[in-house]
């Protein structure tokens, strides 16, 4: 039976000091966790990589298009290549706009609909007025 803690997967590689040169913020926290700006070399380096890369970036013209491109690309690399598009890698706020735009939408309805009612209701009280008034 393997143990909880294996000893090699402790092992920390400490790699070598990096000047911090700026710090960003797109104030979409789990794209600011996951994302660092170095050089091609410095990143190899860091991750040990030699001549390597873990993956490529393709900017398009027009990003609706992604579903197209990715499927273009899984066509011309193969099956050893993982292929995803902005839409799949950031689904999470993409969903929670979705519901922040239904939500707008219904809160807004209903404020329309209580303001209506309450013209609606000062229109008939304003007419039942009058009508006495005339009456005597």
């Known amino acids: 039976m393997k143990a909880a803690h294996d000893r090699k997967e402790d092992e920390l590689i400490r790699p070598d000091n990096y000047e911090v040169r700026g710090i960003f913020s797109t104030g979409y926290y789990e794209f600011d966790a996951r994302v660092i700006a170095v050089s091609l070399e410095n990143a190899q380096d860091l991750y040990d990589l030699n001549d ?56 807004l309805f209903f404020i329309v609909l209580v303001a209506a009612l309450c013209i609606l209701s000062a229109q008939i009280t304003f007419v039942v007025q009058k009508t006495r008034e005339s009456e005597c």
């Open 52 to 107: 390597s890369v873990h993956g490529l970036f393709v900017m398009l013209n027009d990003p609706y298009q992604a579903a197209e491109v990715k499927q273009q690309l899984m066509n011309s690399l193969g099956g050893d290549f993982y292929v995803s598009t902005w839409m799949e890698q950031n689904s999470t706020i993409l969903n929670a706009l979705i519901v922040e735009k239904n939500v707008m939408f219904y809160l």
